[in-house]
């Protein structure tokens, strides 16, 4: 199969789409993104966010109320799906039952004409690409869960699209299948150059796999960036909550420092007056001998997490932090009961937008 790829020439952009059903709240409202060419782009937030009606814009599955998507110089809003050079991937596979592999893989291609000699070539390149071979006169009722996706992958990706879409593809499958399915994506990804826009709810599956991420909330973009620069420095309270485990600390800023109940202070990293709020990640959070660190705390639960244990503190004033520290930690007892000092570096702690 041809190999695409490169930045700028097909760019996607979505430029201030909005899209409401019924009387209520919008379901996208004034979304703007810019997908680049061959990038690895996910579309990240709870149910009901509007993540997946944007991607089915995308699609042409849905008409968007207002706004334009383009596709390079291209405006593809009005065009029906078949007409918008794009691949689909859906979470439940969406095969026909009593067709082959070879036959269901194919289908695109058919519909789209293309002579019976070529349509075998590329059938046979895109289940091999999918590690299929052999597997093309079974049905799909044969196949595993896993290899069915696989064959829904080949099945978008057999048609050469400019983007690949994909609707949450994993959803169906068990942990260690879902994580073996993420790396054959990303391989297949950088084998084929293909832009691609992936829709999920997991935030480890963004992370992992993602160039970039677009973190959705009620309708709009909350924020959008690489995996780490989200992970890292979340610009408000709803991303520092929803990617991963945190802690968010809320206080009254003077200067550098945050009072918090309890009165011990907490350092900023940048100078502050008035209601604030921090996000520390619980891996960041460091123990020492009791006072001899920032604040000291009680251990309320230890969780065995195999690498590290995950700890559930108490600290003065009656908020709760969480620690992850490495299973062997020296700092003392991890027994509930026991108190441990706490300390982590200055720029540990990320200021948050809203208090």
């Known amino acids: 199969m041809a190999e695409t790829g490169g930045q700028g020439a097909r760019a996607l952009a979505l430029q201030s789409l909005s899209k409401s059903f019924g009387n209520g709240a919008p379901a996208v409202d004034n979304v703007s993104l810019r997908i680049e060419e061959g990038e690895f782009f996910s579309l990240l937030g709870p149910s ?64 789209r004409k293309v002579p019976k000699p070529e349509i075998a070539t590329r059938v046979r390149e895109a289940l091999a690409l999918v590690r299929l071979t052999g597997f093309e006169d079974r049905r799909p009722a044969q196949l595993s869960g896993g290899q069915q996706q696989r064959v829904a992958l080949a099945r978008a990706i057999v048609i050469n699209p400019a983007v690949l879409l994909c609707d949450e593809p994993l959803g169906a499958l068990d942990k260690k299948l879902r994580q073996q399915m993420q790396f054959e994506l990303k391989t297949l990804h950088r084998r084929l150059g293909l832009t691609m826009i992936y829709v999920t709810h997991d935030q480890e599956e963004a992370l992992t796999m993602s160039d970039r991420i677009a973190v959705m909330r009620a309708g709009k973009v909350a924020q959008c960036g690489a995996p780490r620069e989200i992970y890292d420095r979340p610009v408000d309270r709803f991303v520092a909550d929803f990617i991963g485990d945190t802690n968010i600390l809320d206080g009254e800023a003077s200067g550098l420092a945050l009072l918090m109940p ?94």
């Open 262 to 355: 309890g009165g011990w202070r907490l350092p900023l990293p940048e100078a502050r007056q008035g209601r604030a709020s921090v996000a520390l990640r619980p891996e960041r959070v460091r123990l020492c001998p009791p006072g001899a660190g920032l604040v000291d705390a009680t251990v309320e639960e230890a969780n065995f997490l195999g690498d590290s244990v995950l700890l559930k503190l108490s600290l003065p004033g009656e908020q709760g932090m969480l620690a992850r520290v490495p299973r062997h930690a020296e700092a003392g007892s991890l027994e509930p009961g026991a108190t441990l000092g706490l300390t982590w570096q200055a720029d540990d702690p990320v200021m948050l937008a809203d208090a």
């Open 48 to 111: 009901g966010c509007g993540k997946t009606t944007t991607l089915r814009m995308v699609a042409g599955f849905e008409a968007p109320d207002s706004g334009q998507i383009r596709l390079g110089a291209q405006d593809i809003t009005p065009l029906p799906p078949e007409r918008r050079d794009m691949g689909m991937v859906f979470q439940n596979y969406a095969l026909f039952p009593h067709r082959t592999i070879a036959e269901n893989v194919a289908f695109g291609l058919r519909m």
